[in-house]
């Protein structure tokens, strides 16, 4: 392996100059630092606005009679990307290997381990320094009254805790189909390391989180050889697929390389609801669409999780602004509906089956988004409903959460059917260095009918009452973009017509 790695590198070596390394290195560094640059201003603005706004007033009007502290609330965020990082890492290996060291070396009578702990090593390296960094802006806006190095203290006590998860997550890759109970086990250990970072200004959370993170990935290195190799196999696919989507800015490809096997609860019940007769070639293709839906349809877990958050955002005593617990929730939205378009990601990679159907695209297109758009629509009307109950947006608020419901579903099919991004066209220069813009546009096809559909329902939520102007503009956006997602031709997924 360490032969492997040398030749392999002095072959990369021998085909990069100076002058070509030194020009990807300036424009990196340059790039870099625009984007810090741009992130800090940011930060330091909205913590400016955080600093002055009033907690009871800044807000959306919400009377709830019991408002969730500030302290609680960036607590379960916390556990959220915890949760966040333990289920991507049970899905991306952690332990793996890529196609061609499983070809050539898992075959070989050889211990595993040590072909195992390199690329681990690099990942925990890299998730380490990787989160350390990301929770730095997260710490400087929820602890307003903390010195630098208090943040620095937290950030780096939350990168302990994720190299924990991480070892966590790799002890539960060996018996590959994991129990419930050890699942459960896992989702509780980390409420107390969500609770670590935010001890700030102290040094014992420190240490406690580093002493687990060091016991569990001490036992997760000792185990990384007794993995099976189908499933080292497994999450090396599914890493090389994420990657490689992540690099050509391809979200379909990233939930596409997520996507679980069917819920045999799910897939048993989609069975017996498929096999009644239908009554015509359209009613057929909606229950054929339904039945994949409900087995290919991940568990109801996140978009609950989601609601919630949005929820506990609303009800804080955080101080947030106004405008970013719409930013908040039109992120959720956008995030719950991407979730939604399994089926419409599965069928987009092979158009022509829908083309042999007797129906018109438009019709194949209706069907496609029956089941996204209930979906969304029942989504909204919880979290409208809830909000209606707290006393924001009155009695008519949920009827527009149903509509925009209806809209987001649009925008799911619109997302999921999206064609790939057209590589040829060349970047834009900017400031920051070469911006691919043709590919950042086709990036937001979908998310941009997404954020349109709950735009009414923002402002609702802005003034205070759901006016019959506003309902009146719900209906005709989410009536426009959904007529306009089913009448528009759309493109294969994968070529040009």
């Not at 189908?230 to 490809?253: M, P, Q, W, Y």
Request: proline fraction near 8%; glycine fraction near 10%; include cysteine.
């Amino acid at each position: 392996m360490s032969f492997t790695r040398r030749q392999s590198r002095a072959y990369n070596r021998s085909l990069t100059s100076f002058g070509d390394a030194f020009a990807d290195v300036y424009t990196s560094v340059l790039a870099l630092g625009c984007a810090a640059a741009i992130a800090v201003s940011f930060v330091a603005a909205l913590r400016g606005e955080m600093v002055r706004a009033d907690p009871l007033s800044s807000g959306v009007a919400v009377h709830s009679p019991v408002a969730v502290p500030a302290g609680l609330l960036w607590v379960l965020l916390t556990y959220g990307a915890l949760a966040g990082i333990l289920m991507a890492a049970r899905r991306l290996g952690p332990v793996a290997v890529t196609g061609a060291q499983g070809a050539w070396w898992l075959p070989l009578p050889l211990d595993r381990g040590p072909m195992m702990l390199p690329t681990f090593r690099r990942r925990i390296i890299w998730v380490g320094l990787g989160s350390t960094a990301a929770y730095v802006p997260f710490s400087i806006l929820t602890g307003l009254g903390l010195a630098p190095a208090e943040h620095a203290l937290a950030a780096v006590t939350f990168g302990a805790c994720c190299l924990a998860v991480l070892g966590i997550a790799a002890l539960l890759q060996p018996d590959g189909g994991t129990p419930r109970w050890a699942l459960t086990g896992a989702f509780l250990a980390l409420a107390p390391l969500a609770a670590l970072p935010a001890l700030a200004g102290r040094m014992w959370p420190l240490a406690v989180s580093a002493l687990a993170a060091a016991l569990i990935l001490r036992r997760a290195l000792h185990r990384a050889g007794a993995v099976p190799g189908t499933d080292l196999i497994r999450g090396g696919n599914v890493s090389g697929h994420a990657g490689a989507s992540v690099f050509f800015l391809d979200t379909n490809e990233l939930l596409r390389s997520f996507a679980g096997p069917p819920r045999p609860v799910a897939a048993s019940r989609a069975r017996r609801f498929y096999a009644r007769p239908a009554g015509s070639p359209f009613a057929g293709l909606v229950k054929a669409d339904v039945a994949a839906f409900l087995r290919l349809q991940p568990p109801v877990v996140v978009p609950l999780l989601w609601l919630a958050a949005c929820l506990a955002v609303l009800v804080s005593d955080a101080g947030l602004p106004a405008w970013m617990q719409l930013a908040f929730i039109a992120l959720a939205g956008c995030v719950v509906a991407s979730g939604m378009g399994a089926v419409a990601r599965r069928t987009a990679l092979l158009p022509e089956l829908d083309a042999l159907l007797p129906l018109s695209p438009a019709s194949v297109r209706t069907s496609r988004l029956l089941m996204p758009a209930a979906a969304l629509a029942l989504w909204m009307a919880l979290l409208t409903g809830a909000l209606a109950v707290l006393g924001a947006g009155g009695p008519m608020l949920p009827v527009m959460g149903i509509l925009a419901g209806a809209g987001m579903g649009a925008g799911c099919l619109r997302g999921a059917t999206r064609p790939p991004a057209d590589w040829t066209l060349p970047p834009v220069d900017t400031p920051m260095g070469p911006v691919p813009r043709a590919q950042l546009s086709a990036l937001l096809r979908g998310l941009d009918v997404t954020v349109l559909s709950l735009l009414p329902v923002g402002l609702a939520l802005f003034v205070g009452q759901a006016v019959p102007v506003l309902v009146l503009m719900q209906a005709v956006v989410s009536l426009v973009v959904v007529l306009v997602v089913l009448l528009s031709g759309s493109k294969p997924a994968y070529g040009r017509q």
